[in-house]
């Protein structure tokens, strides 16, 4: 599992950013392992972080997200040259949809940390900082905010998310609270 501690050691990759606004760099470990164990409220401590792997959002991820969603502003496709079919675009060529990159964070995040999630609760305080261009390698990086009991069989965990680019940018970041289920067994109370 890929897990960062305030421990790990500093000659493991520091991914700097001109993004003024991301509280610390992101740490990237070396070597990371797969996740292997699904975690449950107990397991989780404030502070604690997690890597997921990299993927590449490509043309035909924002053609297949505008076929999904019915978003064609020419914002998000290109002509045969690759450049963006938006004249005067503010970004100088094509760029994938924010909801898109919101989804791939998400789906990054089941696996980083393979937590015991019961529902998603909500998403909030979410910044769409930079674009995501056509061809960008993104990862995502999680930590724990806060965990509140939530009944006798789970928690409210409020997680950071990040997608950052392999250059050190912050794409997109926010929160997410998520209801974890409980490791713990209960037995039913005699009547």
């Not at 409220?41 to 404030?46: A, F, H, S």
């Not at 005067?88 to 990054?108: E, T, W």
Request: aromatic share 8%; net charge negative.
């Amino acid at each position: 599992m890929t897990r960062m501690s305030d421990s790990m050691p500093i000659q493991n990759a520091i991914l700097s950013s001109q993004n003024a606004t991301r509280p610390d760099p992101v740490v990237i470990a070396k070597d990371a392992p797969e996740p292997t164990e699904t975690l449950y409220c107990e397991d989780l401590c404030v502070g604690e972080k997690w890597l997921s792997p990299w993927r590449n959002i490509t043309a035909d991820d924002v053609r297949a997200f505008s076929d999904l969603t019915g978003d064609f502003d020419p914002l998000h496709d290109e002509d045969e040259n690759g450049e963006s079919l938006l004249p005067k675009s503010p970004f100088g060529r094509p760029v994938a949809h924010g909801l898109l990159g919101l989804s791939v964070l998400a789906g990054l995040s089941t696996e980083y940390p393979r937590a015991a999630t019961l529902a998603l609760v909500s998403v909030s305080d979410w910044n769409f900082e930079n674009p995501v261009f056509f061809g960008e390698r993104v990862r995502v990086v999680t930590s724990v905010e806060s965990t509140e009991p939530h009944g006798r069989r789970a928690a409210k965990i409020t997680w950071h998310r990040q997608l950052v680019s392999d250059d050190g940018r912050t794409l997109q970041q926010g929160k997410f609270v998520t209801l974890v289920a409980s490791n713990k067994r209960y037995r039913s109370k005699p009547r």
